[in-house]
């Protein structure tokens, strides 16, 4: 049974560091084709991808927010982590990671955390 | 960066009636594409993958065809549980991306 699930702070300031967590169980990053993904759905809005991490450690990121992420994966701990940087009221949004399999859908997702960015 | 765009962005239907939502591409993503099931509250669900195969679980009233730039997302009989937005999304050329969604909701 494959489970995520999002871990972070749930405020954060303008201009600070976002740091979040995706620990999983149920599947291994180390698998073959196996990658685990970042996406993010402001209040009321549309679903934006962000970055997806790969079992070979392949990363790719969303062009207009790339400057600001950084995805890491620890295969020991089953966990990957995104951070962004700089962060702003626009960036207000639930969270979401989710398991891709070879073919690079987003087959299992976690529930998501609601990050808001204000002062 | 591909592009999605969906069309409508709101389609109200009956119970019992047919749906048809639609994604096109900015460039061509061959069958690359998937739609996603999102409900209130709820993360997404993968109801269709590489533009026609329906993931595991997924009813047979779902189906998907199209290749190239124009996909298309059908709903043969709308049960109650159908009304939710529908997001496409492409993994052509990853990064991927999301389409901006099509609300479903009761006429």
């Known amino acids: 049974q494959i489970t995520l699930k999002e871990s972070g702070p749930t405020l954060v300031k303008p201009t600070q560091t976002l740091t979040l967590t995706c620990t999983f169980s149920g599947f291994s990053l180390s698998t073959s084709g196996v990658g685990v993904g970042w996406i993010r759905q402001p209040p009321g809005k549309a679903l934006e991808w962000l970055a997806l991490?790969?079992?070979?450690?392949?990363?790719r990121y969303s062009p207009s927010l790339k400057s600001r992420l950084t995805i890491t994966k620890d295969t020991s701990k089953n966990q990957v982590v995104l951070t962004m940087t700089n962060m702003d009221p626009v960036d207000t949004a639930t969270y979401y990671c989710?398991?891709?399999?070879?073919?690079?859908?987003?087959?299992?997702w976690g529930q998501g955390t609601l990050v808001t960015v204000s002062s | 960066e591909i592009v999605l765009t969906q069309s409508p962005a709101t389609l109200s239907l009956s119970p019992g009636e047919r749906a048809t939502l639609s994604c096109r591409a900015s460039q061509s993503v061959s069958s690359y594409l998937a739609w996603y099931q999102q409900k209130p509250g709820q993360a997404p669900r993968l109801l269709i993958y590489?533009?026609?195969n329906r993931a595991t679980g997924i009813p047979a009233r779902f189906s998907g065809s199209g290749s190239g730039t124009d996909f298309t997302l059908t709903i043969s009989s709308l049960e109650p549980e159908d009304f939710a937005v529908y997001y496409c999304?492409?993994?052509?050329?990853?990064?991927?991306?999301f389409g901006q969604g099509t609300k479903l909701e009761i006429k």
């Open positions: 989710a398991h891709s399999s070879g073919s690079s859908w987003l087959d299992y």
């Open positions: 590489d533009a026609s």
């Open positions: 999304q492409q993994r052509s050329n990853c990064p991927c991306s």
């Open positions: 991490i790969y079992w070979n450690d392949d990363k």
